[in-house]
């Protein structure tokens, strides 16, 4: 299976950003990398996705590392809904149009007021 | 919202009563998922359905099975229920297209006794 690493817990301060980081090594040139985050109580949340070139969207950014086998997730200024666990997936194609997404224990956002 | 809700969203069975979860979704989407989420485990994947009457096993298969009759609803059936079965289940749809991302409903809580 597709494994990504990411720090257990990571904490920030309100309206500070947020860099959070996942490392990729075994990626290959066409597994794309998302990220979800999952608020207390409630259901993961798409956040964004990325190939190769940086990407940003209302939510996040997100800078691929030239050789793609790393990426963080960039919130510009945490706030406390923000805080939630982060899963970084590198999301594999399991034949055909078949691609699943495996979930590992994702990165704790503390926001402190 | 995506269009994704789950009934029951809690419910309480005893060791060896059949259970029976739905999903249903209102996008017209083609791909489903179920997932379990346990602590210290993340969410795995249990089944998935890449359209009507097709399904597949995910990694966390045994003691379950599903039907997709159509489009709008998965069905996630436990024949038998264990209290290794306890955990909250989420369900998933993804249209199956373009960046693959995957949006989740609210979540069932099940307790076996």
């Known amino acids: 299976d597709a494994k990504t690493t990411q720090p257990n817990s990571m904490e920030s301060n309100e309206e500070e950003p947020v860099h959070l980081p996942c490392n990729h090594s075994?990626?290959?040139?066409?597994?794309?990398i998302h990220w979800y985050r999952q608020l207390p109580s409630q259901g993961p949340e798409y956040v964004i996705h990325g190939l190769t070139s940086n990407v940003n969207n209302r939510m996040a950014s997100l800078a691929i590392a030239e050789d793609r086998k790393s990426s963080t997730l960039i919130l510009h200024r945490a706030t406390l809904r923000d805080a939630a666990v982060y899963y970084c997936i590198q999301l594999v194609n399991s034949g055909g149009s078949n691609y699943k997404l495996t979930f590992g224990k994702g990165t704790l956002l503390t926001v402190n007021p | 919202d995506a269009g994704i809700t789950q009934s029951p969203r809690h419910k309480v069975t005893e060791t060896g009563t059949p259970v029976t979860l739905r999903c249903h979704q209102t996008?017209?989407?083609?791909?489903m998922y179920w997932y379990r989420q346990d602590p210290g485990h993340g969410l795995r994947l249990i089944h998935y359905s890449y359209g009507v009457k097709d399904t597949d096993k995910g990694e966390v298969s045994d003691g379950y099975s599903v039907s997709r009759s159509k489009t709008e609803d998965f069905l996630l059936t436990l024949e038998s229920a264990t209290s290794s079965q306890t955990s909250v289940y989420f369900c998933a749809i993804c249209t199956g297209t373009g960046s693959y991302e995957q949006y989740f409903g609210p979540g069932t809580r099940l307790t076996v006794t």
């Open positions: 996008e017209n989407h083609r791909y």
């Open positions: 075994t990626i290959s040139g066409t597994d794309y």
